[in-house]
């Protein structure tokens, strides 16, 4: 496998890569991706996002994707490990791009969602990198017409925690460009996520988002107020990060949780679910880590960092 991929690299071309990896690519064909984890009702949800291509600490001994798999080896081993996009560099090169890809794959992440970063590499090198992605990419609302980028960028992903099904679905609003057509974005994650919970009778849908432009009318609040079945609406990275999650009533008047991370791995998100024999929720708890930070620091260590950090995150 591993000269394969280096003969993929060296001719760089989208057909060769289409010939060795066509049974990868056959693997991928499904809308969806279902993957067993540890058996039981009580589960983790750790979340990043922006990564940025940052594998080393970016603000002194903190962050970067080091420091987020040392909070990865802490916790719960039931964890669906996510990030909600621009986990490379629109700026770096590709061997910055494999590497990124490389130690997330390493770390266990199960999904993400493709935010501008992603699409600002330019069409033609995402294809040639995405083979190596172990991860789902998940993404409702773009339409690509590359046949390899298509293959590999799914609606939603399945994952399984015991008799607990979790749907994940991913959503952005970057700018139509050749090779990209951009649905509306609330109306296509409400088709999705209603797809996951009555189709495909999902106990939790959860939403990648990643929104670039048009803040006013496209972002997780509005989003979260005009949704339907979505449960958590995991945001793409902020200016400012809220220490907790928050909910807020969807159009059905039901709760939509909603949480956030720093950019460059500063912060990792935790939601800790417990649901009872009947696969309903009887309890979620949300925490943050701040990548780096000793695990025994005190409260208020932890909190005058925190704000250090996501004071420019």
Do not use: W
Request: charged letters at 20%.
């Amino acid at each position: 496998m591993v000269s394969k991929r280096r003969s993929f690299l060296k001719k760089s071309s989208i057909l060769t890569g289409t010939m060795l990896l066509g049974s990868s690519l056959k693997a991928v064909n499904a809308l969806s991706k279902n993957v067993e984890l540890s058996s039981g009702s009580t589960f983790s949800i750790l979340h990043t996002s922006g990564l940025s291509g940052q594998i080393a600490p970016t603000a002194g001994p903190f962050g970067g994707l080091r420091k987020i798999d040392q909070v990865f080896l802490r916790r719960n081993k039931n964890a669906l490990k996510v990030d909600s996009g621009n986990f490379l560099n629109a700026g770096s090169d590709v061997k910055n791009h494999l590497e990124i890809i490389r130690q997330m794959n390493k770390m266990g992440y199960l999904a993400t969602t493709v935010g501008k970063n992603e699409l600002s590499i330019g069409l033609e090198q995402l294809a040639e990198i995405l083979p190596f992605v172990d991860f789902q990419l998940v993404n409702c609302n773009y339409e690509f017409s590359n046949t390899i980028i298509s293959s590999f960028i799914k609606p939603y992903a399945v994952f399984n925690i015991g008799k607990i099904k979790i749907g994940v679905t991913g959503v952005g609003n970057c700018s139509s460009i050749p090779g990209l057509q951009v649905k509306e974005p609330f109306l296509a994650v409400n088709e999705t996520a209603k797809k996951l919970k009555k189709d495909l009778k999902c106990d939790l849908v959860v939403c990648l988002t990643q929104f670039s432009h048009n803040l006013k009318i496209y972002n997780d609040k509005k989003l979260a107020e005009s949704s339907e079945y979505v449960d958590l609406i995991i945001g793409g990275e902020q200016d400012k990060v809220a220490k907790n999650a928050f909910s807020l009533k969807n159009a059905r008047q039901y709760n939509v949780m909603i949480s956030h991370a720093g950019s460059k791995g500063k912060t990792v998100g935790e939601l800790n679910y417990e649901f009872n024999q009947f696969n309903i929720m009887t309890s979620l708890t949300h925490t943050y880590s701040i990548s780096g930070m000793n695990e025994y620091a005190s409260l208020g260590q932890k909190h005058e960092v925190f704000q250090l950090l996501t004071a420019t995150a």
